[in-house]
């Protein structure tokens, strides 16, 4: 008797809050703005589940027993009343503003990474209120009425989250149609987002799940064949928070997917070690039910596909440093744009090595080799030895190749200036910049390595010597004693017209080299200074020794000064003059003919 | 670029493709007739790739019970994939191998990496949609399992009680306030709401009206704001993004190749021209079943030539998918999938069977509630089934296009061989 007394009581108090009642004014209030009639409903809730607990078989299912309860089947129809109740209850409690939430912190009573840093997104109020709810309505069998209400409102409280963080909506066409420049400044902003989304935004959003849902049976319809896996305490979460997630890691996967340009790499590896960095918390946030966890298999494919890219565009640099038109020779044989640039690029390659080196684990390949070949430009590269140390890495293996190939191409466009000593001072220039730059990184010394270095001190060795002699040789050979002895005759002695021929030969060569190499240059000062002391040493003792013996035989003849022009300190002063790189005044200056 | 480690069905394709052939070849038009003289190997695989694209469609559209349902998409997927194996195949055995004009072949490479890039932001969208209609699913499987008696047997069972009545139409009528909603993004679902539930008389659907307005929108979403909280998914595209425009941006302008690019290619412009219209077509009919924000269908293919053994079957799957899309009772839906019919189609009967109901429920009316009932768990049966499997296409039909793409751009930046 006084079952069924309270069990009427327990109807009334559910009734009366009933949403669909035609006496439900439109203006009502909530329950649960009111503590009193909250409990009081809640009682009532767990009154009806004790007093008139539904039969095992299936749950909701009407009552076989009819003991003076209500008409209509038992306490069933109360209690899906309580329960439509408790949903709008529900959703109103969770829909709160979430600019509400008070503090910030970690919490220790979930477990988490270091690096998670979980917020409080709903009061603690909030909180309890809507576990209180959500234990009656699994309790009840409507566990997965709690849980779509659930994920269907917290979903767009992340999507706004999100927005908050500056994440945006950018289809793959979108990035397609930006430019790199504006590109990386958004890889930028999307690293420092996206940290912040998964580990605070996901992170709490599944703390507030687990504190509402946790041991709660949310699946518990198990009659019909519709029931899928049983939903975890994570599932909603996971419902609410997957198509941000997707779309947060979908950016990422857009600039995976563009065309491979050289400028492109350093961001993408920043872009990939971002990624990389966040899977471990990824992989600890979704890692519960089957939906989460496809959310990290999607970002680790997204992270593999960067490191794609990242391959492929080194291949792509390499290739563009192979197919670098000849063009116009560079005036004056100076260090050409290229190496600087590809030089700036390996200089940087160096700087990332410690991703490169995980991710490039291939030596060049016989393809790109096979490319080389292939090309017109580079018939015989294919042919090159390549240095392979025993304990070399791959990554090492390419940056020497890439040496490799910008040589080749340097030779090229060596071959373009039509004066062979300016090609060899060309090269020269260039392949000094080359170990200059290697010298000046440790990082890159270290990948080339000791061996190659050498090789190429030892170009750059013997292109200085080629230079100077295509340049000098003729020059110095207007001082030689040979041919200028006549044997014979009374005047044993010295032909004085080879003689004056030979002065006047080695008058224009010198002219003429002076003009013409003052404008060539040597950007590198020690270099230029030591090349100019070299020439003076060859030349300037050649020229006064040979001045010495045979001055005489000009100073005693007609004309002498057209003959003798210069002193051997003029000569030293003319030197001063080569590879500045500027056209020289028209004469060379002269002391005062002494 | 060999074509090396396809790790999918290549090499039973082959025979696949073959044995097909051969049981088809009585039924296609004949060859198109690229070379009178000499027919290279590449030119036996071109013509064997049209028409087993052909053949391909034909199959579709033989089992017009089945089309657009999802086990029909899926064969329309595994089509679409079949096909862009073939063609990587085909290109990447024949791009390197003869004397062809790099300028015109790069060319016609180019045009379809720009459709395939299109097609990539279409397959997200689809997920989404797919996601989408697993929403549904699972409001139609809370009002399956509220639904559900203890004793199977009809005869045995007691009648459905009122509670379990009132859950199931809750969870319809959540169902149909999602379905439009989300096709009529910032439409007024209160109005809907009551025209639907013949307002006044049924309690539940006018509830939910008050019910609305009392509650506050939740943060972020646009649209009005009563319906914005029961939308279980908003669009993860921007606002302007359109479906109908990605289909004309794949389709548009996807011209017949001129005989003189055939002939400089090889016969490789019949190749690209064949892919891009597959990719078109599969792209189409996945708009049409599958919903997604702005589903238009006006984007077409120009007139294709009959020399073409693909061009019979693609529009006449083109004329069966439009002659579905303006049926009385599909005009109006967010997508042509036979399972969203279906839906539609079951929670309406169900509602139209407990409408105005009286408990305990009438003798008469059980058996007709547990015939909806029936048919509801079937329709959850079959999507549970065909939903995830569908998805998992459409992402991998994602990654063997990005694939091609990244093989296509690495041949175009190789060097031109001599030629």
Redesign the interface.
Known sequence: MDGSAELEAAERVVMRWDSTSASAAADEPMLFGDRAEAERFLRAVDDLRRLAPPSPAAVGSPRRLSSGSSAGGGAAPAVQVAMARLEDEFRHVVDEDDSVSSSVGRRSSYRSLPSIREIDLLPNDAVADLRAIASRMAAAGYGRECAQVYASVRKPAVDASLRRLGVERLSIGDVQRLEWKALEAKIRRWIRAARAAVRGVFASERRLCFLIFHDLPISNIAVTAAATAPATHDTPFAEAVKGAALQLFGFAEAISIGRRSPEKLFKIIDLHDALSDLLPDVSDIFAASKVAESIYVQAAEIRSRLADAVRGILSEFENAVLRDPPKTAVPGGTVHPLTRYVMNYSSLISDYKVTLSELIVSRPSASARLAAEGNELAPSLAELELPEPENQTPLAAHIIWIIVVLEHNLEGKASLYKDTALSHLFMMNNVYYIVHKVKDSPDLWNLIGDDYLKRLTGKFTMAATNYQRSAWLKILNCLRDEGLHVSGGFSSGISKSALRERFRSFNAAFEEAHRVQSGWCVPDTQLREELRISISEKLVPAYRSFLGRFRHHIENGKHPELYIKYSAEDLEIAVNDFFEGVPPSPHIRRRSHS | ?PATDSSSAAAPLSSFGRSFLSHRRDQIPPPPDHNHTNSSSSDLEIDAFQRHAADLLLDLLSDSDSLLSLAWTRRLLDSFLICIEEFRAILFAFADSQPLSRPTLDRLLLDFLDRA??A??LC?AL??GL?LIRQW??????A???L???DPDPDHA???????I??AR??LTDLTILMLDDKDAGGVVGQRNRSFGRAGTT??SV?HG??H????S????SGSGSG???????W???RT?SASR?LQAIGGGLTVPRANDIAATGGLASAIYTMGAMLFVVAWALVAAIPCQDRGLQAHLTAVPRTFPWAGPVFTLFDRILDESKKKDRKHSCGLLKEIHQIERCSRQLMEVTDAAE??LAKEKDPEVQEAAQEL?QV??SL?DGLDPLERQVREMFHRV?RT??EI??YL???H??S
């Open positions: 670029m890039v299109k990539l932001d997200n997920r989404d996601d699913r699972k409001h139609l499987a809370i399956a399992a509220a559900s008696t203890s007691a009648p459905r009680g009122e509670a379990q009132r859950r809750k969870a309690r539940d509830s008050h019910g307005h009392r509650r506050s939740s943060g972020g979403s914005s909280h029961l939308r279980s998914l908003s993860s595209v921007s993004w990605q408990f305990p768990v959850c049966e549970k990005v793409r990244t751009l690495d930046s190789r060097p061989n001599a």
